[in-house]
T-cell receptor, first 113, second 111 residues
Framework: DAMVIQNPRYQVTQFGKPVTLSCSQT?????MYWYQQKSSQAPKLLFH???????NEADTPDNFQSRRPNTSFCFLDIRSPGLGDAAMYLC????????????FGSGTRLTVV | RKEVEQDPGPFNVPEGATVAFNCTYS??????FFWYRQDCRKEPKLLMS???SGNEDGRFTAQLNRASQYISLLIRDSKLSDSATYLC????????????FGAGTRLFVKA
């Protein structure tokens, strides 16, 4: 059974139209991450939550926001998607502590038209 | 300098070959190290953790050298099913655990 669940699997949005991607977890992990992965590139960390503490990467555009209303859920909001934001968005979770590997959801593939 | 750097690929090897990947990391405070495998258009999946003493899981052996800040992955007796991208992953604590990926090394195993 999937323990990190991302919805939807595929999302098509219009240029400039706000879109929200969701992630939920049943692992009770305290750290949740959002990554952006473009074709043939490594996943790039956008931001992560350590419990309720939000940690933004310095080079993450302001266009990307996140919310974590509770331990289980985390959302990625793209306020005004551009063509360059088309990518796979991966949610991952991990438990605090040394040696704790991250578990990934299946990802949401975003297309901007 | 990138935080995590990997051997450029792709690696093209015949079945049964032994292949090794290296990865270097720049943050000496890095605490945890992993190898992930990613198949085309799928999410990364944990292959194995990497421990200071080195560790083995079947045909896969991982090594960590903290002094030189690199980790390695050795695959023996390569199978066609080993064809994938292998991602080196490093975690460190910045007041919240952060997981950074290398760019990945593509492996093609051919019959």
């Amino acid at each position: 059974d999937a323990m990190v669940i991302q919805n939807p699997r595929y999302q098509v949005t219009q240029f400039g139209k706000p879109v929200t991607l969701s992630c939920s977890q049943t692992l009770n992990h305290n750290v949740m991450y959002w990554y952006q992965q473009k074709s043939s590139q490594a996943p790039k960390l956008l931001f992560h939550y350590y419990d309720k503490d939000f940690n933004n990467e310095a080079d993450t555009p302001d266009n990307f926001q996140s919310r974590r209303p509770n331990t289980s859920f985390c959302f990625l909001d793209i306020r005004s998607p551009g063509l360059g934001d088309a990518a796979m968005y991966l949610c991952a979770t991990s438990r605090d502590g040394i040696g704790r590997a991250a578990a990934f959801g299946s990802g949401t593939r975003l297309t901007v038209v | 300098r990138k935080e995590v750097e990997q051997d450029p690929g792709p690696f093209n090897v015949p079945e049964g070959a032994t292949v090794a990947f290296n990865c270097t990391y720049s943050n000496s405070a890095s605490q945890s190290f992993f190898w992930y495998r990613q198949d085309c258009r799928k999410e990364p999946k944990l292959l194995m953790s990497v421990y200071s003493s080195g560790n083995e899981d079947g045909r896969f052996t991982a090594q960590l050298n903290r002094a030189s800040q690199y980790i390695s992955l050795l695959i023996r007796d390569s199978k066609l099913s080993d064809s994938a991208t292998y991602l080196c992953v490093v975690t460190y604590d910045t007041g919240g655990f952060k997981t950074i990926f290398g760019a990945g090394t593509r492996l093609f195993v051919k019959a």
